[in-house]
């Protein structure tokens, strides 16, 4: 378990002070996965320094399992290699002067282990990663992919309390990359370990998640599991950060319990709201993913307009419509019409179009 | 396209003409004229050794450019115990220093570059300031300090423990000492380097797995800058090889003869010994060139180990916790002993008309005497600063000139001969300093060209001194620089010679910055050419100390140097100004 609380983190620099992390608070539940997610320089790298020990919070307090690693306010900081913790790096920092065997041998150093103990615990970590066929091997000449488990081996042989994932998929190639992240997964479930993961990937955060935190300018704005984080986001930051969306604006006519309608230069349009906070006169956007709308005009709501640009990508038909003044960017069924010019109409039921307030 | 041979007789006329008048020919031209030039200085300085130590007859004989052979001197040389003494002594002393030297200079360059300690950037720059001081200057102020009767150390040492002449500089491990010390700095500059292109989540990465700093020290860091480590130790043994100022000043009163004192005082005494001087020349050189190819080899091999490094590399430091402060006190202890004490050493025997160890009555008897005195006699002080002014901002100029066109031709065309370029312009590094200022003394007693005893004497042999140096700076600029930017110029229809000022000087210009300043500060307080070339009309400031020592003017010496000291920082800081102000702009 690790709980984070009001955690910041600010630099000095010569004219003023920047808050890289800004009051961060969450908790990971033992053997869950944790991601933060983020565009750069959002502060999730630093929160996840500072849980390693590998940077100095400047206010919060930081616990991992029953101990308190980090108290700012009674002057209580950990340092790194005593907090039983593992990391993996985003440049693997395989260590080039060793073997395979001797990077994830390594960690077990300064233990009382007997040496058998420490062969034998090494190799089920290489067997773990499916490695040990590569012990002997000097580590530099691996792959990419080869090396990041070596990295995955040397941060669990040890039994940490929790996994740290530093962007660990950002340096291998698109393909190995989603291999590697099912795998990651795989592995995390049938480890049990607790761990935070930090990427800037959604399509990864989503994939190997139980929670998601998104974080923005050092501040957490949304915490949930994946499904619920892309079907329902709560601010539009969120919507379009995770997964492409359609936004429309408009201004709240009616709210009806979850279901609220929209004036839009469309005309009225039905959408969910399942927060039930805003109120009539809002604005808003209503935001709907480019799968969601369809050109068969069975939904609820229709927007009308023009095929604009059309490419055929196998499973669907990835579409602009131009309606008015926005352009719906939308993956309609294989059989939808490709002619640019031709008019067409959207549909999409309320539950898909999710309502935001605009701020 | 001048390659092409043109047909009929007068389109080949034409095109011979346009070859020679375009500007890509004007190219060939001046790559002509750098092979001959640097034949001129390297190869012929290394042949003169070469030649001398195979003849038994001297420059100047008739017999001396006969084709008659002998190994007389070297038969003579190897025979006696004094050659045998002087290698064992150059080995013994060299190992010694670059031990003690790394040993202090990787600590430093650790705390400062890979560490949080407080105060550390303090700590790198006066240590790297540090350079400017002649080193003729340090060690002399090192003798004050701990040589038997008058070093203050034993001053102190005998009021504190009433034991006389504690500590004795003139031995094998004060030399040892004093020459260590000198280059910290430049055991720093060479592992800071190292340390700074190291990817620091290997260092994190071992913390995460439990490791404390100093298992990660030992077990990570270490072993990671080995192999820049070896050839910085291998740099460092080169230059003790040749040092001189050490060996020359605590040498003789030691009992201990190294190469290169052997070789100066053979050839600066009369009669002078020109076979057995060539013979030990020869000795140091070879020997200077087998660490070089080590040396090379080394470096080669060490890039397997520096280009692991991932793509969010950013340069993290250690934190070292409450041991911060033990390695800043360490740190800032070690940087006033390194620049500190020989330079206040020397500022306080300098007001003082007659020496005293610190005392009230020395502090009392403090006047300016020395200082005037040296500015009522320009024909000592003042004429050999002008002269070491100007060789150090000649020299700079006129290496830095060479240098880039060199590094130019090497880096950046494809024209035949270039390889060669690169090898003579860096070869020079092989021929120790003594040895250089030997060939070059040699060389012009032997040609009617009438230098002896002028500046330009001089600005030869630093030219090929400091090519090498100079060469490294820009060619790792020029390197930078990609090639579509020239490119792109000559597609334009831009001529070369206009390419070469206006794409390729204003680019360069952080690392000509930087070989200009190395070059300008190392020829200003340069000793042994300077000595070994030295009449009365062409001496440097370097060569005036060592005089003044000779006659034991301590004070005025220590006078001298804190000018020299003002008069450097006062050059370095106007030049930095007017480079920065006047130099040629980035053209952004």
């Known amino acids: 378990m690790i709980r984070v609380e009001n955690l910041r983190k600010s630099f000095e620099t010569k004219s003023e002070t920047v808050h890289a992390i800004d009051g961060v608070s969450f908790e990971v539940a033992a053997g869950e996965m944790v991601t933060l997610l983020g565009p750069s320089g959002c502060g999730k790298t630093t929160t996840l320094r500072c849980v390693a020990g590998l940077e100095r919070p400047t206010g919060g307090r930081i616990v991992v399992g029953d101990q308190a690693v980090v108290n700012v306010e009674k002057g209580v900081f950990v340092p790194a290699h005593l907090r039983h913790l593992g990391m993996v790096f985003q440049s693997y920092a395989i260590w080039p002067h060793m073997t395979v065997f001797e990077n994830v041998a390594y960690a077990l150093e300064g233990r009382k282990i007997s040496k058998a103990d420490a062969r034998k615990l090494t190799m089920e970590a290489l067997e773990t990663v499916q490695l040990a066929g590569h012990a002997d091997r000097p580590a530099p000449r691996l792959s990419g992919g080869q090396q990041q488990r070596v990295a995955i081996a040397r941060a669990i042989v040890g039994k940490p309390q929790a996994l740290l994932f530093d962007e660990p998929l950002s340096n291998l190639d698109a393909k190995l990359r989603v291999e590697m992240r099912t795998e990651l997964r795989r592995l995390q479930k049938q480890i049990g370990l607790t761990s935070i993961y930090v990427t800037h990937d959604q399509a990864e955060a989503l994939a190997i998640s139980d929670w998601i935190i998104v974080m923005k ?8 599991r994946p499904t619920q984080i892309y ?17 429309i604006p408009g201004a709240v006519r009616s709210v009806d319990g979850e279901h609220v309608g929209v004036d839009t230069a469309y005309g009225v349009l039905v959408g969910i709201d399942k927060t039930k906070r805003v109120r009539n006169g809002d604005k808003v956007w209503l935001s709907i993913r480019p799968e969601d709308l369809a050109s068969d005009a069975a939904g609820v709501n229709r ?18 419509v131009a309606c008015g003044d926005l352009k719906m960017f939308c993956l309609l069924g294989r059989d939808a019409p490709m002619t640019p010019g031709e008019p067409i109409s959207l549909s999409f039921g309320p539950d898909v179009a999710v309502v935001l307030p605009q701020d | 396209m001048s390659e092409q041979t043109a047909g009929a007789g007068p389109s080949r006329l034409k095109t011979f003409v346009t070859a020679w008048t375009t500007g890509w020919d004007w190219r060939r031209l001046i790559l002509v004229a750098l092979v001959l030039m640097l034949v001129y200085q390297v190869v012929v300085p ?16 008739a017999s001396f450019l006969d084709l008659d052979f002998t190994l007389a001197n070297y038969v003579r040389a190897f025979g006696t115990p004094r050659f045998w003494s002087a290698t064992w002594s150059t080995l013994a002393f060299s190992t010694a220093s670059t031990f003690v030297a790394f040993t202090i200079g990787a600590f430093l360059a650790w705390v400062i570059e890979r560490t949080n300690t407080p105060l550390a950037r303090l700590v790198g720059i006066l240590l790297v300031g540090r350079i400017i001081i002649p080193g003729i200057l340090i060690t002399i102020s090192w003798i004050l300090i701990a040589s038997p009767n008058i070093g203050l150390l034993n001053h102190l040492g005998l009021w504190l423990t009433g034991v006389r002449n504690i500590f004795n500089v003139y031995s094998f491990w004060g030399m040892v000492w004093v020459h260590s010390i000198e280059m910290v700095p430049l055991t720093y500059l060479l592992l800071a380097a190292a340390f700074q292109a190291m990817d620091p989540s290997l260092e994190e990465a071992s913390t995460m797995t439990g490791a404390g700093v100093w298992r990660t020290l030992r077990r990570i860091s270490m072993p990671l800058a080995l192999p820049a480590a070896g050839a910085a130790v291998l740099l460092l043994f080169i230059t003790t090889i040749e040092t001189f100022e050490v060996p020359l000043l605590m040498g003789g009163r030691a ?10 005082f053979n050839t600066s005494r009369t009669p002078t010994d020109w076979g057995i001087s060539a013979t030990y020349a020869m000795a140091m050189t070879v020997m200077s060139i087998i660490l070089l190819v080590v040396y090379f080899r080394l470096i080669r091999h060490s890039e397997r180990y520096q280009t692991i490094t991932g793509k969010g590399y950013r340069p993290r430091r250690i934190d070292l916790g409450r041991w911060r402060y033990v390695t800043s006190a360490l740190s800032l202890l070690m940087v006033f002993i390194i620049t500190g004490v020989p330079f206040l050493m020397m500022l306080y025997v300098s007001f003082l008309p007659v020496y005293l160890p610190p005392s009230m009555r020395a502090f009392q008897s403090m006047s300016l005497v020395n200082y005037t005195a040296m500015l009522e006699d320009p024909a000592e002080a003042l004429i050999p600063m002008w002269n070491s002014t100007l060789l150090g901002l000649g020299t700079a100029t006129v290496v830095v000139l060479v240098v880039s066109a060199i590094a130019y031709f090497v880096h950046k065309t494809k024209i035949p001969g270039r390889k060669a370029l690169d090898f003579l312009a860096f070869s020079s590094i092989a021929l120790p300093s003594v040895v250089l200022g030997a060939a070059f003394l040699w060389f012009y007693l032997l040609v009617p060209i009438p230098v002896i005893g002028t500046l330009t004497i001089i600005g030869l042999a630093y030219l090929t001194k400091y090519m090498p140096f100079a060469l490294r700076f820009v060619s790792s600029s020029m390197v930078q620089i990609h090639s579509e930017l020239e490119e792109a110029a000559q597609v334009a229809g831009v001529p070369w010679r206009k390419n070469f000022f206006r794409i390729f000087l204003p680019l360069l210009k952080p690392g000509l910055l930087a070989a200009w300043f190395w070059v300008m500060v190392h020829a200003y307080r340069e000793l042994t050419v300077a000595l070994m070339l030295a009449r009365s009309q062409n001496r440097t400031a370097s060569v005036v100390i060592y005089y003044l020592w000779e006659n034991g003017s301590f004070m005025q010496l220590s006078a001298f140097g804190v000018l020299i000291f003002i008069l450097l920082i006062a050059l370095v800081t106007a030049s930095h100004f007017i480079s920065k102000r006047y130099g040629v702009k980035e053209q952004y």
């Open chain 2, 46 to 61: 290394f042949g003169m050794i070469a030649w001398t130590s195979f003849k038994t007859a001297r420059p100047g004989d």
């Open chain 1, 231 to 247: 079907r329902y986001p709560a601010n539009a930051f969120t919507a379009q950060f995770i997964g492409s969306t359609n936004l």
């Open chain 1, 303 to 320: 927007i009308d307009g023009h095929l604009d640009f059309a490419i055929f990508a196998g499973a669907a038909v990835e579409a602009e």
């Open chain 2, 255 to 264: 009992g201990i003869r190294v190469y290169a004192t052997e070789i100066f």
């Open chain 1, 217 to 224: 300018d050092g501040k957490i704005v949304e915490y949930g």
